[in-house]
């Protein structure tokens, strides 16, 4: 069964994240070490941030720039060096 987001506007909210990111804990994609709960409130944060900022016209290389931060901070994730 999917836990993926909803599209259409509906906010993923940091339970469904987490849920993903222990999914990917028990799959091995992540280590054991790794705090699904607090990765998850940190990146819904991120997404709220976003959605603030892009209300108040923030340009997409400035949002793009957020999401590399952000990525940097996702245990095994390489940093996206491209803004395409």
């Given at each position: ?26 799959a091995g ?24 900022q892009a ?30």
């Amino acid at each position: 069964m999917s836990r993926g987001f909803r599209a259409f506007g509906v906010a993923p909210v940091p339970g469904s994240i987490a849920a993903r990111i222990r999914d990917d804990i028990d799959a091995g994609l992540l280590g054991a070490d790794v705090d699904a709960d607090g990765l998850a409130a940190f990146h819904t944060a991120v997404i709220q941030g976003m959605n603030q900022q892009a209300c108040d016209g923030a340009t997409r290389q400035t949002l793009e720039r957020v999401v590399d931060a952000a990525m940097a901070a996702w245990p095994g994730a390489p940093h996206r060096s491209d803004s395409t």
